[in-house]
């Protein structure tokens, strides 16, 4: 956790002082970038799941690890459970 603080630290003072982020300032502070970005990623999809019909197998309300390869793989299952999901009201639309 100190390691993503600091990276937290360090990504936003970046952006405070040169108001701009490259793929390096990125990469350097991936610890909290990848938390970052998965959590966006998880608020997204439930927005999703409230508005299609489910049952869902991946709860993105729901992640039982919090381990980065845990979080990257529920993540990807949810969302092409959602994919899938989408394409099927498609077509039963058509």
Known sequence: M???VRHAE???Y???TDNTISYPNDRNANEWTFLYYVNNAYYRME?????LPGPWTHD?????????T???DHAHNALKEM??????????AA
């Open 2 to 4: 100190d390691e993503v």
């Open 47 to 51: 927005l999703i799941q409230t508005a």
């Open 60 to 68: 993105a309300k729901k992640v039982a690890n919090n381990r980065p």
């Open 70 to 72: 845990v979080l990257w």
């Open 14 to 16: 970046k952006i405070i």
């Open 83 to 92: 994919v899938e999901k989408f394409g099927k009201l498609l077509d039963s």
């Open 10 to 12: 360090d990504f936003l």
